[in-house]
């Protein structure tokens, strides 16, 4: 059989509909016709599965001839309604569909009795490609879809629709005709129907009238409300990004007007050209690569932070601000052990944790696009391209996992597949976790565009589960939005406070206030820990709780960036020009291109300048930012300093290298594997404290015997509960924050500084005293037996711990022991001895 028609074989095969005998003088033609014929059977939902499945693998055969048989059918005009549906849709994913054909076969279908027919005829003809349509035929369809629209005997559903889908084709007056029929609905007294007409006026980007109702909507649970939510969120984006981009046109022109644009660059071009001709390198780089360096390395050599953006750094730039974005929601990247791409942790609130989709999980496909080709992973930016999509399209992914046969990475089969649907994905910056006592732990990761939002969800949460004591967490934290740092620190100070303020050569002092009363009792104990990666609008935020008195600062000094850039546009560059479906003024990537600049078929950005213009005040007038002097040494060192600097818990090398050679040989996860469905009750109550106790994991101590390890049983039980965590947030669908009291030193402080505030001690709570670092908790001892004894046990650590260093310096070098070493070696042990 040809591989063409093994092909066909295969679309006959997997379609939903009932199968039919394929002969060998079968052509697409035929098989094409006899998968349309049979969606007359077929529910809406139904179809648009089937013309998918249609559309891709037909392609796949041959793709000019599928698009022709279609074409041939649509022309034939005796299609039943729900073939029409079929053929369009399918059409509508090939190559360069006729909008005329397709708009004259749906069309007639506005008026058929089933309103499930009409709506679906009225959603396909709301496709971009329709705009192409010359005007008098666009306003005509426009023109039917108002009329009906307007007839009241028709469903308040089906009128919606038709209503947005004139909106997209007609011109002014069909707007306005539009807005007025949606207007009337959003005056219903059904507030069911107030709803759905704040949805799609929302839909065709009328928000101003809307506003109240879509935040009435927001509050309820439900897809509405959560669509609700997510079309405020992007209005308040367009909101904020039209006054930065006010404020940048204005900078850049005052810029231009005081810049002289007439001296030489004679001498970097000389540079560029020696590179490319002399260079051992010189034939790796293109003329704009060393163009983009050199304007880089220009603006560094002011300040680290000045900057230049190329366009591809600009886009993952934005990404990061904006927040959300369009697919199924998962941390990914490619696994090291195995080479393969991998689900690293599904975003619990997104479609793939809806999907099944777990931790671990391998995507070895994706619809009929392989990750995976000869032991190597296909590069990480083009398979997360391909995930990402318009909210509401499908995916096919082909899943691997451990244990299935490894020749299904190379070769997936149909059994594989998991379909997700894509959803608009907010990256949540925000974790909450209530520790023993009522000690409410938040995580903030990140100052983007929903940081302050989620952040007040959160502290909502604790709060109604009793929370007597906070720690936020801003560890790692590397800043994002100004205005962000000024609402996440409303929640916790009272209106009118100074947060922080700018001092800069070119512009007045700007001031940002508190607005608000806090959500957070000021009475609250409240903890800010801060390490040396939390940087910008995180050191903002904790340096002004620092100076107004509202929180004790715990870990390390921050990381001492506290200066302000501003982001202006290349002059004489622009954005590839592209079809802003959703009205956010952000280009996602199912947005058709419009304008191509250079022709390489994907939207560009035009590159961006990042200017040190000013520097962040705290409340206090100290400045948080680290200065240099020429040579690159350290004047200042800037920062937030803690109140308490507390250390984190160090591994010695020895045990970092045996912990590692564990997790590679994955004997910790087989261990889970097999004792994790009998124990789901006890490892949920494990991740959450297991008093450092290893006899309460099931068959702890005989397959910890089993092991060839190095590792005390207290180091392995570390590792299996690492493992627990990660298993029992994937059961739960909710993330733990990093931190972990039974492991971190600073945590352990700021919960023993809570309690101290409530006039309590931690060493009356057995789940603190059994795993707590004495010296990093502040911990008293209680006689002096117990200070003798600690302070033995702390000699007998260091001795062994020496031994085993001076063993692993040897096996890692594959050395004989010196005789200095064994004289030592035989030291230590003699202590042990005694």
Known sequence: MTARRLALACLAAIAPLAPFALSQDTD??????????????????????????????????????????????????????????????????????????LSGALVPLLDDDDESIARASAGLLADSIFGLLPVEHSDEIATKLIAGAREVERSPE????????????????????????????????????????????????????????????????????????????????????????????ALRDEALRNTDLTGPLDSVE????????????????????????????????MDPHSNYFSPDVFADFQQDLQAEYGGIGAYVGVDRDDNIFTITRPIYSGP???????????????????????????????????????????????????????????????????????????????????LPEHIGLIELTSFSGVASQE??????????????GLILDLRGNPGGLLTEARD??????????????????????????????????????????????????????????????????????????????????????????????????????????????????????????????????????????????????????????????????????????????????????AYMDEHWDGNIELFEQLAVSDSADSSRYPGFDEWYQGLNTRLSKDDVRFLVRREVRRRVQDQNGSAFPRGDYQQDYQLQRAIALILERLGLDWHDYPEFL???????????????????SSAGADQTRKSVRDALELLAAARSNKTELSKEDLDRLTELLSELDH
């Open 770 to 788: 059994l795993t707590f670092n004495y010296e990093a908790a502040g911990g008293v001892a209680r006689d002096e037996d117990h200070v003798a």
């Open 352 to 434: 793939a944790y809806e999907a099944n989709l777990r931790s671990d999980d391998k995507i070895v496909r994706i619809d009929d696009w392989p990750t995976h080709e000869g032991g190597v992973s296909k590069p990480t930016d083009d398979v997360i391209r391909r995930l990402k999509g318009e909210p509401g399209s499908v995916v096919r992914l082909y899943v691997w996992r451990r244990g299935m046969d490894p020749a299904l990475i190379e070769r997936p089969t149909e059994d594989m597949v998991v379909e997700v649907t894509r959803g608009l994905i907010t990256i949540p910056p925000v974790q909450v976790q209530m």
């Open 158 to 249: 089906l009128r919606m629709d038709f209503a947005v889908t004139a909106y997209q084709l007609g011109g002014g007056q069909a707007v306005r005709d539009v807005q007025r029929i949606l207007t009337s609905f959003l005056n219903s007294s059904d507030p069911a129907l107030r709803g759905r007409a704040a949805l799609a006026l929302a839909s065709v980007g009328e928000m101003l009238s809307v506003r109240g109702e879509l935040e009435r909507l927001a509050s309820l649970p439900g897809p509405e409300g959560r669509l609700a939510g997510a079309y405020l969120k992007q209005e308040n984006l367009r909101e904020f990004y039209e006054s930065q981009i006010r404020k940048q046109k």
């Open 488 to 669: 996440v620190a409303d929640l916790f100070l009272p209106a009118g406070k100074l947060v922080v303020s700018t001092e800069s050569r070119i512009r007045e002092t700007d001031k940002l206030f508190t607005r608000k009363e806090p959500l957070v009792p000021m009475e609250m104990p409240l903890m800010v820990m801060i390490d040396r990666f939390s940087a910008s609008a995180a050191e903002i935020v904790a340096g002004a709780l620092q100076d107004h008195g509202r929180a004790t600062l715990i870990g390390q000094r921050s990381f001492g960036k506290g200066s302000v850039q501003n982001l202006v546009p290349m002059p004489g560059v622009e954005d590839d020009g592209f079809e802003d479906s959703n009205r956010n003024r952000y280009h996602d990537n199912w947005e058709k291109l419009t304008k191509d600049y250079n022709g390489n078929g994907q939207f560009d950005y035009a590159p961006r300048i990042k200017l040190t213009i000013a520097r962040y005040l705290l409340p206090s007038g100290r400045s948080i930012h680290r200065e240099l002097d020429e040579n690159g040494d350290i004047v200042s060192p800037g920062g937030v300093e803690p109140d308490e600097e507390i250390r984190q818990k160090r591994w010695e090398t020895w045990k970092l290298e045996e912990m590692i050679e564990m997790q590679g040989d994955r004997a910790v996860r």
């Open 28 to 101: 697409l033609q035929q098989l094409i016709e006899t998968r349309t014929h049979a969606a007359s059977e077929l529910s809406v939902d139904e179809l648009w599965a089937e013309a998918s499945r249609l559309g891709s693998l037909g392609r796949e055969i041959d793709a000019e001839q599928t698009d022709r048989a279609i074409d041939d059918l649509l022309r034939a005009g005796n299609a039943a309604p729900r073939e029409v549906l079929l053929l369009v849709a399918a059409r509508l994913s090939g190559d360069e569909p006729d909008p005329e054909l």
């Open 270 to 301: 000389r540079v560029m050209e020696m590179i490319m001709q002399a260079h051992v390198e010189g034939d790796k780089v293109s003329e704009e690569e060393l163009l983009d360096a050199a304007l880089d390395g220009m603006l560094r050599s």
């Open 455 to 468: 952040l007040a969800k959160g502290l909502r949460q604790l709060l109604d589960e009793g929370a007597v």
